[in-house]
């Protein structure tokens, strides 16, 4: 029988041999590593990539700078000067590319680099020009460029140019930039400068034309494309602005003045997630990028994520905090916080810098009286409630901080009108802001700066306010033929003639302006006039217009929302008006009287006789002695069948406003 058990298990079975490792193994195996050695060898030698060519690399560098893709020059002039750290021409290229992306300090520091490494520096005057510039130094830039040498005179007339007009001297800025255009009409550059210029200036008109001859010339050039971008967007709203900065990144990605604009375009445009993936592109091509910090901020605080809009400002080191946004957004975010007085130290300091801006004194006479400054609160809000048609916020706010101070009867009776204005809201025509000086003050500075639009500009304002429109409609009709491409100068016409009561004059001059700067203000005066004149169709395609470029303005939506409500488009309304109302919430009193009477006007819809009734209570609880309220919460009450309330409320509306027919009639249908 067989053994059961595994064969090598078995006993008896049979000695392995024992194998010999002899030296002919040995050589074997040593020449079998020796080849394994060198077939390695030749494999790394094959699939080694050649080293990099300082030559070639320098050839890419310049071919992307001459081509617009500045983002890329950067990168391969970074690789030259790797491969050959003494290239000076290679620090050269590297230079102009930062230059040209707004790094100066970067770019002076190539500069040196190159200037060691053997270039002349009599080259390198113009560039150095820019990087001065470009770290707010006007006064070394001019220095720099007039060292130039003759063949460089063009590019150093231009850096020259935007120096003297960041000191101020813009006049003579744009009439050296005219000169260059007219010996070298068809170098875009120069277009480009002379547009960077005008807009800085306020002269659309000019800026405009310089930027389209600039686009024609270098039709994919970033800075021409993202200068086309900006006065796009000021002419005719931020959608249409768009595909301009877009063209420009198409260019260069990573173009940082580009996406900065792009980012602030969507923002304002409502756009807030593409806003975001801007700002996060601008931080790459330019990392702690203070103005992406800043959108990015801006973000924040709109989402009501204070700490964190705090903490991005933080970040950027100071570097915007001249800007006005940036100091409104701070003063906001201390007005949040419950620090009043550092919001209204902010907001000064903005209210100095911009003294016709009306929101900006509402937010700082607001940070005053929290603070328990009401006599400041009054001085700030003073030029705004003697205005007729002063809000009702600033009217509340001025009565506050006249009740703090009054001590005398005839005080408090004042304090008592105002809040009667307020409660019946603006009465008056939108005019131009107040001036806080007298028109011989005004004058005096004409004669200091003759050439000066800006101080004939405020002269006109004043004897406005003046009420002595004869001369000030001599001086407008001056300027504006004087500055046929400033918006401001056609405004001021057009606020002459509005003052005078000539709206048919008035509203020519306020559509050319707004063909220059169809911003909000703009459109306003526009619409006012024209409806004042009874050309609805336009001043509704106006609105639209608007409208369809700025989605996101409350204000052209509140007006939207009411002119539906005066055609009995009921639906149209309501829709408009709550999509205001969940933005701004429920203390617009005259928001809240829209609204009633567009649900009174959609009954017997289901739940649309409560809803006015709601909204009405509301408005009325708000501005009692509001006419308007007083007569949507009486139409209300009758909605829901109680006809004696309807009946006491809708004669007081009467008592309010004894000459409105619309009310008289609601009262006389109840009887």
């Known amino acids: 029988m067989r053994d059961p058990r595994y064969p090598p298990l078995r006993r008896g079975r049979a000695r392995r041999r024992r194998r010999v490792f002899t030296r002919s193994h040995a050589r074997l195996l040593a020449i079998g590593l020796l080849m394994l050695a060198v077939a390695g060898t030749a494999t790394l030698l094959m699939l080694r990539r050649d080293p990099p060519d300082a030559r070639r690399l320098l050839h890419d560098a310049r071919i992307t700078l001459q081509s617009g893709n500045y983002s890329a020059a950067r990168s391969n002039g970074q690789a030259a000067i790797a491969a050959a750290p003494s290239n000076g021409p290679a620090h050269v290229v590297l230079a102009r590319a930062l230059l040209e992306l707004g790094d100066g300090l970067a770019a002076e520091a190539e500069l040196t680099r190159a200037r060691d490494a053997g270039i002349a520096i009599a080259t390198l005057y113009p560039f150095q020009a820019q990087a001065r510039l470009l770290q707010n130094d006007p006064v070394g830039a001019i220095e720099a460029a007039d060292r130039a040498a003759p063949r460089q005179a063009a590019y150093a007339r231009r850096i020259r140019a935007a120096a003297l007009a960041l000191l101020g001297n813009g006049a003579a800025a744009r009439v050296d930039l005219g000169r260059l255009v007219a010996e070298q009409p068809r170098d875009g550059r120069n277009w480009t400068a002379l547009g960077r210029v005008a807009l800085a200036m306020g002269d659309v008109g000019t800026a405009a034309d310089a930027a389209t001859r600039a686009v024609v010339l270098l039709p994919d050039e970033p800075a021409a494309l993202t200068l086309q971008g900006e006065i796009v967007r000021r002419r005719?709203?931020?959608?249409?602005?768009?595909?301009?900065?877009?063209?420009?990144?198409?260019?260069?990605?990573?173009?940082?003045?580009?996406?900065?604009?792009?980012?602030?375009?969507?923002?304002?445009?409502?756009?807030?997630?593409?806003?975001?993936?801007?700002?996060?592109?601008?931080?790459?091509?330019?990392?702690?990028?203070?103005?992406?910090?800043?959108?990015?901020?801006?973000?924040?605080?709109?989402?009501?994520?204070?700490?964190?809009?705090?903490?991005?400002?933080?970040?950027?080191?100071?570097?915007?905090?001249?800007?006005?946004?940036?100091?409104?957004?701070?003063?906001?975010?201390?007005?949040?916080?419950?620090?009043?007085?550092?919001?209204?130290?902010?907001?000064?300091?903005?209210?100095?810098?911009?003294?016709?801006?009306?929101?900006?004194?509402?937010?700082?006479?607001?940070?005053l009286l929290r603070s328990g400054d009401p006599r400041g609160a009054q001085e700030v809000l003073r030029p705004i409630v003697t205005r007729a048609d002063a809000d009702s916020y600033a009217l509340v706010l001025f009565a506050r901080a006249a009740a703090a101070t009054a001590t005398t009867d005839r005080e408090r009776d004042a304090v008592a009108q105002d809040l009667d204005r307020a409660n019946r809201g603006a009465t008056g025509m939108a005019t131009a802001f107040a001036i806080d000086d007298q028109v011989g003050t005004l004058d005096a500075a004409i004669l200091q700066s003759p050439g000066d639009p800006g101080a004939l500009l405020a002269a006109i304002r004043g004897r406005i306010q003046a009420r002595a429109p004869g001369d000030a409609l001599a001086r407008a009709r001056s300027l504006a033929r004087a500055s046929p491409g400033a918006p401001a100068a056609q405004l001021a016409l057009g606020d002459t003639f509005a003052v005078a009561g000539r709206y048919a004059d008035a509203a020519p001059l306020y559509a050319r302006a707004a063909d220059l700067s169809f911003d909000e203000p703009t459109m306003l005066r526009l619409v006012d006039a024209l409806s004042r004149?009874?050309?609805?169709?336009?001043?509704?395609?106006?609105?639209?217009?608007?409208?369809?470029?700025?989605?996101?303005?409350?204000?052209?939506?509140?007006?939207?929302g009411h002119w539906h409500v005066m055609a009995g488009n009921w639906t149209a309304a309501i829709d408009t008006l709550e999509a205001v109302r969940r933005r701004i919430g429920n203390r617009d009193a005259g928001l809240l009287t829209d609204l009633a009477r567009a649900y009174a006007g959609a009954a017997p819809r289901d739940g649309a006789d409560t809803a006015a009734l709601r909204y009405a209570r509301a408005a009325y609880a708000l501005a009692p002695m509001n006419a308007a309220a007083t007569d949507a919460y009486g139409i209300a009450l009758a909605g829901v069948g109680k006809l004696d309330g309807a009946r006491q409320v809708l004669t007081k509306a009467v008592a309010l406003a004894p000459g409105d027919r619309a009310i008289a009639s609601h009262l006389a249908q109840l009887r």
């Open 533 to 560: 004149v009874s050309r609805q169709r336009p001043a509704s395609t106006a609105l639209a217009l608007y409208l369809s470029q700025n989605p996101q303005s409350l204000t052209g939506q509140r007006i939207l």
């Open 236 to 367: 005719y709203g931020l959608v249409a602005a768009l595909p301009w900065f877009e063209r420009a990144l198409a260019r260069d990605a990573y173009y940082h003045p580009a996406l900065i604009e792009y980012a602030a375009t969507l923002g304002d445009a409502g756009r807030y997630r593409a806003m975001l993936a801007a700002t996060r592109r601008a931080q790459r091509a330019r990392p702690g990028s203070p103005q992406a910090l800043y959108l990015q901020a801006v973000l924040a605080a709109r989402a009501g994520r204070t700490e964190l809009a705090r903490g991005l400002l933080q970040k950027t080191g100071g570097a915007i905090d001249s800007l006005p946004g940036a100091i409104l957004l701070s003063g906001a975010l201390d007005y949040a916080e419950g620090r009043f007085e550092q919001a209204g130290a902010m907001w000064r300091g903005l209210a100095r810098q911009q003294p016709l801006n009306v929101s900006v004194r509402r937010l700082l006479g607001a940070a």
